[in-house]
């Protein structure tokens, strides 16, 4: 525990509050007996069993580790590892900044949207209260009901709803607190509606080119909210909000064999202002792959349309190549649009993403710039350039 304790310090100013709970409720009692790791990329995805590995369970349990606990929304066993990330314990530090920008009172009325395996929840619980005061939505039921007998056997009492937290729960409303463990591209209006003013909302935004983040919202009187991207986090997306997979192209006419002039990297590794900027203005998913081919060395970078199967593409960078091919499916000119983009948030002197905002209205979200007049983007439509810029 201490270490656990350790790793979220001093790298993150978390408040001991805040440590006080991690302390009181430990994780071991939330972590199944057999979970995934996945360490990054370059390393391969293993299995934790308590039972065959002690050692090894205790020493990931407490240290700063996600650890997988389903695949595929429960249809595939966790031994297969095939990928299809659907529900985890959260890497500890993670949860420690989240708490930490929501800052929670004893008393306050706390809405959660994503049970999970239930440690945040009775972290909440004691933090604000055994006496009703915190409310958990699930949406699956084989996740719920294991989280129940977890938090149960810890001893803590919050209020557990299985269905959909893009909903919320008006029944225990108004909140003080909302704390969402699942990505979200758009706001669910839901959750401003039963909050009071001055009430915290803080979730991950996960509009999921390249950096994903975390946004902290205050609730205003005038039922908006507003508020700004403290750090960067990336989680499961919420079900409703998942971006549906690729397909091969249907035909011929689909298939578009392109150049390029820009190295693909120079997006890839652009700063978390640009991935900002990118995906507000273009709404695209993207990914990337370094790993060598038939021909050789090779990056990849693919864009994709979130909602449309048919509609992506591929940037390669090959070493010495004075051009780059672009490959790309359906005749939306997804690389073209990512490029105008990213020379924006040039043009605008490379703002970083401490300089950006977001403002929830029942129209939709506004990404901003600076102040909530300079409008980057919405859901309901782009903008031709930054007001005033």
Avoid at 99 to 125: F, H, K, M, Y
Avoid at 172 to 182: L, N
Avoid at 362 to 369: R, T
């Amino acid at each position: 525990m201490d270490r656990l304790i350790d790793d979220l310090s001093p790298s993150l100013d978390i408040m001991d509050v805040i440590k006080k709970a991690i302390r009181a409720v430990p994780r071991h009692q939330f972590i199944p007996p057999v979970g995934l790791i996945t360490p990054g990329k370059d390393s391969t995805a293993y299995l934790i069993n308590r039972d065959a590995d002690p050692h090894t369970w205790w020493d990931v349990v407490y240290s700063d580790t996600a650890v997988v606990t389903q695949l595929h929304d429960g249809t595939v066993p966790l031994r297969e590892a095939t990928g299809g990330y659907t529900s985890s314990s959260s890497q500890p530090s993670t949860v420690a900044d989240l708490l930490n920008l929501l800052d929670p009172d004893p008393g306050q009325r706390v809405l959660e949207i994503g049970t999970g395996t239930g440690w945040t929840s009775a972290l909440l619980c004691h933090l604000v209260g055994e006496h009703g005061e915190v409310t958990s939505i699930e949406v699956d039921r084989a996740v719920a009901e294991q989280a129940a007998n977890n938090i149960a056997a810890a001893g803590a009492r919050p209020n557990l709803i299985l269905g959909d937290g893009a909903l919320g729960y008006p029944g225990r409303a108004p909140y003080d607190r909302v704390h969402v463990t699942c990505g979200i591209r758009t706001v669910p209006y839901a959750w401003i509606q039963q909050c009071r003013p001055g009430a915290v909302i803080v979730l991950p935004y996960s509009p999921n080119f390249n950096s994903n983040f975390v946004l902290r919202l205050v609730v205003l009187p005038n039922g908006t909210a507003i508020g700004h991207f403290p750090s960067l986090a990336s989680y499961m997306m919420m079900r409703s909000q998942r971006s549906v997979e690729p397909c091969a192209a249907r035909g011929p006419e689909e298939k578009h064999h392109l150049t390029t002039q820009v190295d693909p990297r120079t997006i890839a590794y652009a700063p978390a202002g640009a991935d900002l900027v990118i995906s507000t203005l273009t709404g695209l998913d993207s990914s990337t792959s370094d790993e060598p081919d038939e021909d050789g060395e090779a990056f990849r970078m693919w864009v994709s349309d979130p909602n449309d199967p048919n509609s992506w593409a591929v940037a390669i960078w090959r070493p010495g190549a004075v051009e780059h091919k672009v490959y790309q499916v359906g005749d939306r000119p997804l690389w073209d649009e990512v490029l105008e983009a990213y020379f924006r948030w040039v043009s605008w002197g490379r703002p970083n993403r401490e300089r950006f905002g977001m403002t929830v209205t029942p129209e939709g979200q506004e990404i901003w710039l600076d102040s909530p007049d300079r409008i980057v983007g919405s859901h309901a439509g782009l903008q031709d350039e930054l007001v005033n810029a």
